[in-house]
């Protein structure tokens, strides 16, 4: 019996043994539900083909020659992805809004006995939960954790997290590091499929409890913070991170050793400071970069870039300050203190 919902809390989804996206893999790509495996039953190549056969020739001819790929497509899954499944296994199928892509995969499926579920609405039942979310009014109660470059945020995320304290980190969720620096060397997920990644981290969150975010700019490399969370940060109040500018480029200089060992990545990234820095500045630092002084370069991109960048944006903000954080350095056991005191803060703010 083929069952039908669109129930796509956690706990629905937690209750199927997978959920099979069946739409293209450039479909999948651009955005789909976390945790969901793609098994096409048309391939972009093979999609665009029918597609066109359809639109210039005959509309029977289309339908004829895509039952046939899109059952032979199902017969690989079957011999491959799906050959070890037993009879109890029991999955969520959808295609694009739950039409003939995921309907054929699902009339299969039943025949052979598993008991499936199909998503009416398919993706865009999902896209909509997302976007009702993310682009309606704020939900959370959101603490900033701020501090100029270096101090050492996105590792006190993690220590936070393992004290219990709610998180969300952004650039994870972005997969890069917030600045001009901050390519991880994987490409960004699309927006969509960020905003996915979004939604699914804050529902896990409990509403009632205040949330530590990273402050950031609307923007985490080219991805943008939606509305509802954004306008949350631009109201939160604030824990700020101070430490030494010596501190500081030490750890930017690890944090960032991937990238400071890619010359031509660092060279773009340079490229790309803000005119109102002079040429001979920039010449000076790409001098730095090629000959090594990873070190002296990370205190000097602080010092005139970053550090006078960050008071001008504090002067602009009109928030309430929880706390200050001093820190002497930015040794795990330094970090692991700050990360006790962060805790009390914001059990305060709770409070």
Avoid at 2 to 24: E, H, K, M, N
Avoid at 147 to 173: F, H, W, Y
Wanted: proline share 5%; glycine share 8%.
């Amino acid at each position: 019996m083929i069952r039908r919902t669109t129930d796509l809390s956690p706990a629905a989804r937690a209750g199927f043994d997978a959920i099979i996206d069946v739409r293209s893999p450039s479909e999948f790509a651009e955005d789909h539900i976390p945790g969901a495996i793609n098994l096409p039953v048309l391939d972009d190549a093979e999609r665009a083909e029918i597609g066109t056969i359809y639109v210039q020739q005959s509309k029977f001819l289309a339908r004829r020659l895509g039952a046939a790929k899109v059952a032979r497509n199902i017969a690989a899954h079957l011999d491959g992805a799906l050959k070890d499944r037993d009879g109890s296994f029991r999955p969520l199928v959808h295609c694009w809004r739950g039409g003939q892509r995921s309907g054929a995969m699902v009339a299969v499926m039943d025949q052979i006995g598993w008991p499936v579920t199909v998503l009416d609405g398919g993706y865009q039942t999902w896209r909509r939960r997302v976007q009702t979310t993310l682009y309606g009014e704020p939900r959370w109660s959101v603490i900033l954790l701020d501090g100029g470059t270096g101090s050492g945020k996105t590792a006190l995320l993690s220590k936070l997290a393992e004290r219990g304290v709610q998180t969300l980190d952004l650039e994870a969720l972005a997969d890069h590091r917030g600045s001009l620096f901050g390519a991880t060397g994987r490409p960004q997920p699309p927006q969509k499929l960020f905003e996915s990644r979004l939604y699914a981290a804050l529902e896990t969150l409990d509403s009632s409890r205040p949330v530590v975010v990273e402050a950031e700019s609307s923007r985490v490399g080219a991805r943008t913070i939606p509305p509802a969370l954004w306008s949350g940060m631009g109201q939160a109040a604030v824990i700020e991170l101070d430490a030494p500018v010596a501190a500081r480029a030490a750890f930017s200089a690890r944090v960032y050793a991937d990238i400071a060992s890619d010359a031509a990545a660092l060279e773009d990234a340079l490229n790309r400071l803000p005119p109102h820095l002079s040429k001979a500045v920039i010449a000076e630092w790409k001098t730095m970069a090629r000959d090594g002084q990873t070190l002296a370069l990370a205190e000097a991109l602080i010092v005139e870039h970053y550090d006078p960048a960050y008071r001008r944006m504090s002067a602009r903000r009109d928030r309430l300050l929880l706390g200050r954080i001093m820190m002497t350095d930015l040794s795990d056991a330094e970090l692991d203190k700050a990360a006790d005191q962060i805790v009390t803060v914001s059990q305060r703010e709770k409070a």
